[in-house]
């Protein structure tokens, strides 16, 4: 059979992808020398909530920077909605991702960061409206009624005219999360978004999230140290060692009783 008519290395075959929102095939990613990711496999369900725990420099936000092609695979495939990610199929065969198309995929992923982001020159709705207009190309009017009802969701329908600096880290953070649904996601990776908040701001924020946790269906990938909100949100917890999963299960096992030394020495070092 020639090269070319060969399926796809590791093509997910179509009932399993019908469950899977995200798999992640043989990934391995370098820095240099440094193996971050070493042949990591799983799957992520549609509508499952996942959190990432594990040692810092464990490779849990190598995980999401791959996911939104912020960083490129050195070997393996990850597929998002049973399409290629890291690759585009030309015909049957996987080659690497033109930019053209890592735009369109990853339209359907949105990214929360530890620091906002936000941009600072532009309003609450501004920030929020700007992606669905200029990337969806959503009508202004459209995008304005489905940011008011995102403010809503957030907590923050009286901030739509402050800019950035007017508010407090947990309001910011709450505005980028409105930001991201903006884009109505399929998946949505949040990566230590409590971490650079004052203390008596954290709950706040969780609370939106634990709301969009139980009444959306979005994928959620969570990298966190919030092991209470964990536990609370979460469908399965994957614990990372050195690039590796360490151990996986619901929240009530791998909290309540790991089978990991690994796990076990983790969570008492950070309780
Ligand atoms: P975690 O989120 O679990 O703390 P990271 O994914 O941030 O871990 O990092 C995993 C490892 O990869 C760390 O050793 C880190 O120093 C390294 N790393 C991450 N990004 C880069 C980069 N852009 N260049 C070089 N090394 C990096």
Redesign the pocket.
């Known amino acids: 059979m020639p090269a070319d008519d060969r399926n796809p290395p590791n093509a997910p075959d179509a009932a399993e992808s019908a469950d899977a929102m995200i798999r992640f095939d043989g990934v391995v990613k370098r ?2 020398d ?1 193996l ?1 990711l070493d042949h990591l496999d799983f799957t992520v369900d549609r509508g499952e909530k996942v959190t ?1 725990i ?10 999401l ?1 791959l996911l939104m092609t912020l ?1 490129k695979v050195t070997d393996g495939v990850i597929w998002v909605g049973g399409r290629p990610l890291s690759h585009q199929l030309r015909g049957d065969r996987l080659v690497p991702a033109k930019e053209k198309y890592l735009r369109e995929v990853r339209k359907n992923i949105g990214m929360v960061f530890q620091q906002f982001n936000l941009f600072p020159n532009m309003t609450v709705l501004q920030n929020i409206t700007e992606a669905p207009i200029h990337v969806l190309g959503r009508s202004r009017d459209e995008a304005v009624e489905h940011a008011r009802s995102l403010l809503d969701t957030v907590g923050l329908s009286d901030k739509e005219s402050a800019h950035p600096t007017q508010l407090s880290g947990g309001q910011q953070q709450r505005v980028a999360i409105a930001r991201c649904l903006a884009m109505s996601p399929s998946v949505m990776l949040l ?1 230590e978004v409590t971490s650079a908040l004052d203390p008596e701001l954290v709950d706040g924020v969780l609370s939106v999230l634990r709301d969009i946790a139980v009444t959306t269906d979005i994928t959620m990938l969570i ?1 966190t140290h919030e092991m209470r909100f964990a536990r609370e949100v979460s469908d399965r917890v994957m614990m ?1 060692d050195d ?1 590796r999963i360490a151990e996986e299960g619901p929240p009530e096992q791998i909290f309540g009783d790991p089978r990991e030394e690994r796990t076990r020495e983790f969570l008492k070092a950070i309780r």
């Open positions: 820095f240099g440094h971050v990432l594990g040692p810092s420099g464990s490779g849990k936000t190598t995980i920077r960083e990566d990298v990372f690039g």
